[in-house]
């Protein structure tokens, strides 16, 4: 048992191959020893459900018979399709009339529709649930915004099929004129940006990310080195430069609307939407559900008791209570931001921008990852898009704008295997995500009951408090080896923060933790 008086951490954390941290969580409060040790123990048991997900499901040959399968692109669907998958890639996609191979796993399609898997492309995974939740929601890949070398690993054991998650798209940790106590590098030179940019294009990521404050000449140095290294420039367009001079030094993603959006005052700034259509190499990520830590009074405590604020863990809903809690009602800037939001978001569809869905999700108030996404999509709705076009900007429209349009986004022989069975037509009704049949993810079958059961695992996890519960040391290393061995990939900051705690009081358990963090924060070669 741990004991409850654990002293803070004290240990130096290993810094990346790039200079950065291994993680966000790196900057976990120090003094939450035991809440380090619960976190990490919450972690190993959802992982454990996971991992058993994986083990049950059906992932060879596999076979959607007669079903209506959904073509965003093309914004149509065509029934009476036969849909063949052999360990996690799409085989063939036909008649009726063509014979099934021997011993495959046969899923009746009759009256479903078969879409391709849902993209986040705008997340911030905080755990092991995170996964979980993604993939009973539908999304089968998530691009990664603030990156660490553990999500290199996550990404390759989820592609070679050890792991299962969401495929990740990871960008670099961010990059920002300071450090923004510890979630980004920071760069304050020219000379700081290109090598930060060199860097973390050798260490295997896929994008790199800006941030707010960068002086020009840094901006400038940044896109040119991305451009010189061939990893596409993706973030936040700054404060000293406009969406127009973004666009021209190569920005392939911007988000949030920065730029359009005065980031002080939450008001209307840039006028110039034109931009979004003389550069059609530049993809638009609203986030409009990046708003929903601004909720208040009977919305705030909706969210609370929502039946998906089951997923979250119950010390982080008290968080969310004492905001509740603590609120005056009085005037915030923040008040009309979605507004504002949604103004820019419809002067950009009059002229034609590309959009991604993307959610900002999780470890925010009043958020739950997955269903965050199919909000976002009501949106998006909400703001003048066709359910069609949402579509896209989850489905087709990442591929292109991550540059892989041959691996996702279709229904589609030689693609990944990530499809979502539906009762009802998503090109017309996007609400259908929140009634899937099941859901495959690089070729694993998740039924809906099988989703439902470890939901249900993991909502029993999350409703233990952090005071009074015991956490075994010994045992939990061994959880966590057993769970690394057959592919799992742990949080390297969550590791080293329970390693910490546990430091004074058990270190041998303190060093097998730190030994697997380090193993999971080495760099990867880009897929």
């Known amino acids: 048992m741990f004991n409850k008086t654990i002293a803070a951490l ?23 020893g035991p809440s380090a040790i ?41 029934a009476h399709r036969t849909v063949l998958v052999r360990n996690g890639i799409i085989v063939s996609v ?87 106590d510890g979630y980004a590098v920071p760069a304050r030179t020219p000379e700081d940006g290109r090598r930060i940019v060199r860097e973390q294009a050798a260490c295997g990521y896929e994008f790199i990310k800006i941030h707010n404050v960068l002086r020009p000449e840094v901006f400038d140095a940044i896109a040119d080195e991305a451009k010189a290294v061939r990893v596409d420039l993706v973030g936040h ?40 259509k003389d550069y059609r190499s530049m993809w638009v990520v609203p986030t409009l559900y990046a708003t929903q830590p ?13 039946p998906e604020a089951a997923y979250v863990p119950l010390a982080d809903r008290e968080r969310w209570r004492k905001a509740i809690e603590a609120d005056t009602g009085g005037p915030r800037s923040q008040d009309g931001q979605l507004a504002n939001m949604i103004v ?38 909400g703001a003048g898009l066709s359910p069609a076009e949402v579509l896209r900007a989850a489905t087709v429209e990442p591929a292109r704008a991550f540059r892989r349009e041959g691996e996702f986004g ?31 993810a690089n070729g694993y079958w998740l039924s809906q009951a099988a989703l439902a059961r ?20 010994r045992q939990l290393v061994r959880d966590v080896e057993r769970l690394s061995t057959s592919g799992y990939v742990f949080d390297a900051g969550t590791l080293e923060n329970a390693a910490n705690a546990f430091r004074a009081g058990d270190a041998e358990t303190a060093e097998r933790l730190l030994r697997l963090s380090q193993a999971e924060s080495r760099c990867q070669p880009r897929p």
Request: hydrophobic share 45%.
């Open 294 to 306: 601004n909720l208040r009074g009977a919305a705030a405590r909706a969210a609370l008791s929502a």
């Open 94 to 180: 036909g008649g009726n009339r063509q014979p099934l191979p021997k011993g495959a796993f046969v899923l009746d399609g009759r009256g479903q529709f078969l879409s391709p898997g849902l993209v986040d492309s705008h997340v911030h995974s905080s755990s092991p649930a995170t996964h979980l939740l993604h993939l009973a929601n539908g999304i089968t890949s998530v691009r990664e915004m603030d990156g660490f070398p553990w999500m290199l690993l996550w990404r390759a054991q989820t592609r070679n099929r050890r792991m299962l998650a969401p495929i990740p798209y990871v960008a670099g940790t961010i990059i920002n004129g300071n450090s923004l």
């Open 237 to 276: 367009v700054p404060h000293a430069i406009s969406v127009r001079r973004a666009a021209e030094a190569g920005m392939r993603t911007v988000e949030h609307l920065k730029g359009w959006l005065n980031d002080g005052t939450l008001q209307l700034d840039d006028r110039d939407y034109a931009v979004a």
């Open 38 to 78: 619960v976190r990490l123990s919450q972690a190993a048991g959802v992982a454990s459900i996971l991992q058993a997900l994986r083990a049950q499901a059906p992932s060879r040959t596999i076979v959607f018979r007669d079903v209506s399968v959904v073509d965003p692109l093309r914004a149509q669907m065509v």
């Open 454 to 473: 470890s939901l249900r695992r993991v909502a029993s996890l999350f409703a233990k408090p952090i005071a009074g519960t015991d956490v075994e040391g």
């Open 344 to 381: 820019i978001v419809k002067a950009l569809h009059a002229v034609g921008a590309q959009f991604l869905a993307g959610t900002d999700a999780d470890g925010y108030k009043y958020t739950v990852a997955g269903f965050a996404l199919l909000d976002e999509l009501d949106l998006l709705v």
């Open 10 to 32: 004290t240990l130096a954390l290993p810094l990346s191959l790039a200079g950065q941290p291994t993680s966000a969580q790196d900057i976990v409060d120090p003094a939450a």
């Open 410 to 440: 279709l229904v589609k022989a030689g693609m990944r295997a990530d499809l979502v069975l539906l009762p009802r037509n998503p090109l017309t009704d996007p609400d259908a995500y929140r009634h899937s049949r099941g859901v495959m």
